[in-house]
């Protein structure tokens, strides 16, 4: 008898599938994954792949950013309540009261919102290139930047620029709290931190690095340091202590576990290949406008 993972990989072949999984994603899934990464990376795969089918075991948002970027392809989100709280804090509605009252700003968009409140936007970013991203846009342009408060904080304060900032937050990283480092550090004096930008500033305040996932990973694996200390989701934890089996990974708080990313499991994904469930498609004028904010950000991060 084959096992869940054979069977997943028979199926993905005969299916022509291709599994991005997020670095967040439980341990077991990742490992199954054809690509691990983060929203950049994952956006990119999407965007080049060849396969007919995109398993997505992430959240809500990056199905549909891969939905938006292949119309054409069948995507697949293996839980369909895995979603993103920060991705809700902000409705189409009150993004465009927000841009009434700022009607010369420009709209730069987290990926980690819906793909409406994309097409409603002038660019995206993601956590790794939001910097470049802000300092594409002119010095004198006002900015409204949508919708965690954290990432555009860090951005605003590290280019010394002011931007509108909307009131969204990521409840998984802002459980993360400064308290946690400064015990963990005076047990561990040599460990560096290393922080998701999506933390709150005084947790920022006392990193050594701030940086995606994927640039988290890069940071651990390039750093001659032997112990580092983790502020982001747990799920990182796997790749980090895969990729640097001589090094020590301390995570600040275990605490620090979205529920939305761990719905997703090896089950889940067999009986989505199987079944073809459930289908993400971005309808397709929201599509087509997204589009447009995704690709500007695409094309300045190659
Ligand atoms: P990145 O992997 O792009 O850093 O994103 C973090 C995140 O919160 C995804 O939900
Ligand atoms: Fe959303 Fe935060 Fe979970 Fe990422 S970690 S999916 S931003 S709630």
């Known amino acids: 008898m084959s096992t869940i993972i054979e069977k997943i990989k028979d199926l993905k072949t005969k299916r022509n599938a291709v599994i991005l999984a997020h670095n967040y994603q439980r341990g077991d899934v990742q490992d ?4 691990a990464g983060d929203s950049l990376g994952l956006s990119q795969q999407a965007a080049n792949t060849k396969a007919d089918i995109i398993v997505f075991c992430g959240v809500h948002f990056m199905a549909e950013t891969a939905s938006i970027l292949c119309p054409n392809k069948m995507i697949l989100l293996p839980d369909e309540n895995a979603g993103c709280p920060m991705a809700n804090m902000i409705t189409l509605k009150e993004l465009k009261i927000k841009k009434s009252e700022h009607p010369n700003a420009k709209v730069v968009c987290y990926v980690n919102s819906t793909a409406a409140i994309k097409a409603e936007s002038d660019i995206c970013c993601t956590s790794s290139n939001a910097m470049k991203i802000v300092s594409s846009i002119p010095k004198e342009q006002e900015i409204l930047f949508v919708p965690d408060k954290s990432l555009g904080g860090y951005v605003s304060s590290k280019l010394n620029r002011p931007m509108i900032l909307w009131e969204g937050f ?8 400064a308290d946690h480092i400064i015990k963990l550090k005076a047990e561990h004096p040599n460990a560096k931190i290393v922080v998701h930008p999506e933390c709150t500033p005084d947790v920022i305040a006392l990193a050594d ?3 995606s996932t994927t640039g988290i990973a890069k940071y651990c694996r390039e750093t001659d340091a032997g112990e580092f200390i983790i502020g982001t989701e747990t799920g990182i934890l796997h790749r980090l202590k895969k990729e640097n089996p001589q090094k020590v990974f301390y995570a600040i708080t275990y605490l620090a576990d979205c529920s939305n990313m ?3 499991n090896l089950e889940k994904v067999l009986w989505s290949l199987e079944d073809l469930v459930y289908q993400i498609k971005v309808p397709d004028d929201i599509a087509a406008k997204a589009r447009i904010a995704i690709q500007k950000m695409l094309d300045l991060s190659q």
Do not use: N, Y
């Open 32 to 35: 199954i994954a054809d690509f």
């Open 262 to 264: 761990k719905l997703i």
């Open 209 to 211: 690095h701030v940086a």
């Open 170 to 177: 990521c409840p998984t990283h802002h459980r993360i709290l």
